[in-house]
DNA sequence: TATTGTTATACTCTATAACTATA
DNA sequence: TATAGTTATAGAGTATAACAATA
């Protein structure tokens, strides 16, 4: 808990740089090939493949909210145009009745489907092409233990309480 | 140039997930410290540490807007804001009067300076506080060659030509 | 009372296109 | 004609607060 650490060594600073170019650089392309391929943006594809990724192809709201980054409101927004164009429903859970389900439809899944390649395809070229597997593995291990750390840190996207003394 | 490359390893998914993950919860947390301390959007600040990085505190927009990722009319809005705070000027160029040249003031400097302690110890406490200083270098390494690679392919936020067949 | 989600609203940000001025 | 920048505008996205309904 040393209070002086008020600087960053050479490469630390080099590492936050590099970070930081390529998640942005890295994010514009994604988010240009999701427009163009799908008509999606980065957070409608999350989501989507956030409900791709459990078999039933249904979450909650909250469930979903917590893991995108993200206020409840901004959620309800994007699941209103994502079910105006038929992707997904939502529907009063059974378990809850405060809960909302929402469940990945046939053209939902059908839009990811044709998302994917392109995906795939754009971090291949754009990230891993510049890798070694042995730099790959070097990196899931690394950026692993900062996505543990950082996981554990911060009170999520639930309600706020009342703010403490500010 | 092959193209059946439509998977990834389970390693290059790991790698990824953890890098988005990362990525989205470390730009959180750095806005909401950068909001909080000097009331700037993460762009703002970058463009002002832009302008502290260089000994005269100048630089064009045209240099600002390419290394933000950034449209030119994006850069006006965001010089505009600084501009009414007081924490840069605004300037025709001598060399080439079509060129605005804007000028980092001692206020931005100052809220530059009322920021960057927050900055660091976030960095420190997000990030580096999991990495060991071996995990440190080879991320600077491994990011380092990607971003070199990023930044190699794609046409800057320049005015764009026609494009070709695509 | 706490939690889940929606609505209303206001605001920030971003990009596109049209425009001016200089090289 | 090409480049640098601004302006007008329009749209997407986000958060806050108030609200309703259920646990």
Redesign the interface.
């Known amino acids: 808990m040393n209070e002086a650490?008020?600087?960053?060594?050479p490469?630390?600073l080099?590492?936050?740089f590099?970070?930081t170019?390529?998640?942005?650089?890295?994010?514009?392309?994604v988010e240009k090939q999701l427009r163009d391929a799908g008509d999606l943006s980065y957070v409608q594809f999350q989501l989507l493949a956030r409900l791709g990724d459990v078999p039933n192809g249904q979450r909650r709201m909250t469930d979903l909210a917590d893991g995108v980054?993200y206020s409840r409101s901004g959620l309800t927004y994007q699941a209103q145009l994502l079910q105006q164009r038929g992707l997904v429903t939502r529907s009063p859970s059974l378990d809850d009745e405060r809960s909302t389900v929402v469940t990945l439809t046939a053209a939902g899944r059908a839009v990811l489907a044709t998302v994917?390649?392109g995906h795939?395809?754009a971090?291949?070229s754009?990230?891993?092409?510049?890798?070694s597997?042995d730099?790959?593995?070097?990196?899931?291990r690394?950026?692993?233990?900062?996505?543990?750390?950082?996981?554990a840190?911060?009170p999520r996207s639930a309600t706020p309480r009342r703010r403490k003394s500010s």
């Open positions: 650490r008020v600087s960053l060594t490469t630390q080099g590492a936050y590099a970070f170019e390529v998640s942005s650089l890295l994010r514009h392309a980054v994917f390649p795939i395809h971090l291949h754009l990230l891993f092409a510049a890798l597997d730099d790959v593995d070097e990196l899931a690394i950026l692993g233990q900062a996505a543990d750390h950082l996981r840190i911060p």
